[in-house]
């Protein structure tokens, strides 16, 4: 039997016969009395009491002291790279491996994104290779780092976590004191994973979430900057909100701001959603046992597993092929997508990216090998509840 | 008498003795119903039948052949002017008198507003005054226009219709032409608003619309950008939906793209609410009528009307004092806020806010007295409808 019909074979028995797609929504709970409130009321633009609790909801779930909501995942990354001093000309250390918009946002700042390996215990940036690569081309001068190939300054690192797996924030937060490199987490797609105790996001001077309509919470389409920092909250909320000050009526803005704001009526679903989280987590951690199970006894795969210590939102399910049978890849996306049983490879490396192509880049193995092995499989929550 | 207890007296007159918003959104149609069929199919996030849906009908409201819904008209403005060609260290002719978005938008694709003056018959761009401006200061070279002063190009001009009050565009885009600066119409007040029986937003290259929640029509966020031209259309769509090449699962971006696609659940409220369109028009064109007569025996103002040719939208209601009152706005501005009447004055001239201070600007004397003389009254549609 070809491993691609295995492959179906076990997914099928794992998780039904249906067609499946790789992420849905779940709207089980408060999602339309919310919703309908807004329209109700008619609050359903850009102020609005759902967007307050949202923020207030998320900084608790996060366990942050401010989270400030936007219009999406990459609206935030740009303003939180721009508040934390990200501006023309600087460069951004940007994992190879990870979803367009990481770099879009650097771009969107004026910035130059610098490409950076993976590392297979966590999928997302390879501290020891980003220490040893920075040795080699960083130099401090001034409190500052600098590319010695480029000149420019290396403003920052943004961190991903991939699929929901934490990075090793503590030795990454490390590495980026030595070097001067203010660290933004893009924690798109770790709502509810933990280091530790800890939530994703909030190791760094500021973490971005995202509530696109494939995320484990969605508002549609959103985002939010996450942080302990008030001046950073202050500073989001002003520049996402077209940087007007308050006044009983006059239009004053003192610096060219956005309109990132999320409407109210995004925010109640996400206020809904939000309910349901613990609930979310909860199922797609258990999703990721069956799995790690059903493909215990399939040769040449391993469904990826949380590091120690991390308590990952399982975000979407990972098949990890061996490198023996990785040319087999696209068979497998075939067999299980013909078979209604929706699955995808990871991202195209960024770097390999034609707008990207030229971007400074380390050595990336690990992140070249992971793009030719990975294939996510159909990830949601639904799929571990029991009927209603 | 005070004019402002004139005022209050004749607003309580004309519109009732309540509280009432500056506009409010209306929700009188089927916005429940789609809203809710997005939340029970699952369907809320950037793929959806409403976005397409919301997309034709846009087109066929305004004539045109592609609508392309986005985030919010900001957005729009900025990647309308982006694949219009404006780009780093180019020039734009924006008019000092309008919201800061439409300078903010310039800023975003790297480029400089210059500012322009009004006209007293549209609100808008005075053609006469920008012919003598760019007489002035504009030369063509190499079927560009440059201006002589800051050598840069002058590479777009982006009229706005105030308050849904039209342009006018025929002599606008011959001024254009003749200087070779493309046109991108800021139409984010104008949706309904037409010229002879041509809307708004489609005489230039493209026109951007807005649908935030005080607009004529609201999706809670959102904006649109319409045109004539596929290839606009094309490119818009591609821009802000992460430049993606359509793929049944690779992710292959050729572009540093955007996410300023419109959720769909926010299109389904858009695809209620264009229905009631020409209710919304009909209602708020009966309520300036009802203003002009009201004001019509209150010496020292006049409620503004559309110029001959032109079918107004009326978004916002607009009261004009005479200069030998305006030093009594902000009196008048108390009193009808403080009797629950909310009013407010037009934005503070683009050029006299801190960020823009520095801007190229030529002689403002119109804006400058409008600026003084402009009061904007409560303007639902609400307050002309038949009580339910």
């Known amino acids: 039997m070809r491993l691609a019909d295995i492959i179906v074979q076990t997914l ?53 002291s401010h989270a400030v909501a936007v219009a999406n995942g990459t609206a935030g990354l740009q303003v939180a790279l721009q508040i934390c001093g990200v501006g023309t000309g600087d460069e951004v250390l940007v994992p190879a491996l990870s979803f367009v918009a990481t770099a879009n946002a650097v771009k969107h700042c004026g910035a130059e994104p610098h490409f950076t390996d993976s590392d297979f215990a966590s999928l997302g940036m390879s501290i020891p290779a980003l220490a040893d690569h920075l040795s080699e081309v960083a130099v401090l001068r001034g409190g500052a780092c600098y590319n010695k190939r480029t000149g420019r300054r290396i403003a ?29 987490e893009d924690a798109a797609e770790s709502l509810g994973s933990l280091i530790g105790t800890r939530h994703t996001g909030t190791f760094g001077s500021c973490g971005v979430l995202s509530f ?138 960024l770097p390999h990216l034609p707008m990207y192509r030229d971007s400074e880049c380390m050595a990336i193995p690990v992140a070249e090998s992971l793009a030719r092995r990975i294939i996510n499989l159909p990830s949601g929550p639904q799929l571990m509840a029991e009927p209603q």
Chains 1, 2 share one sequence.
């Open 12 to 64: 099928r028995n794992a998780i039904g016969a249906a067609r499946v797609a790789l992420h849905e929504p779940w709207f089980r709970g408060n999602e339309w009395s919310y919703v309908k409130e807004c329209i109700d009321t008619g609050w359903v633009s850009s102020v609005g009491s759902y967007v307050d609790r949202f923020e207030r909801d998320l900084a608790q779930v996060a366990g942050c």
């Open 156 to 184: 920052a690192m943004v961190p991903m976590h991939t699929f929901g797996h934490p990075v090793d924030m503590p030795a990454l937060m490390d590495l980026a004191a030595r070097f001067c490199i203010v660290v933004v």
């Open 212 to 349: 696109n309509g494939n995320k484990i919470v969605t508002t549609g389409g959103g985002g939010a900057i996450i942080t302990n920092d008030p001046q950073i909250a202050r500073r989001a909320k002003h520049v996402t909100t077209t940087a007007r000050q308050p006044h009983r009526w006059a239009f004053l803005h003192d610096e060219v701001g956005y309109n990132f704001r999320m409407p109210n009526l995004n925010a109640a679903l996400g206020c809904a959603q939000l309910e349901g989280l613990g609930q979310f987590v909860h199922l797609k951690r258990q999703l990721a046992h069956h799995y790690q199970e059903a493909f215990g006894a399939v040769d040449g795969v391993a469904v990826f597993h949380e590091r120690a210590g991390t308590h990952a939102n399982y975000w979407l399910q990972t098949l990890i092929l061996d490198e023996s049978v990785a040319d087999q890849r696209d068979l497998i996306l075939e067999a299980t997508n013909q078979a209604g049983l929706m699955t995808r490879p990871v991202w195209e490396l």
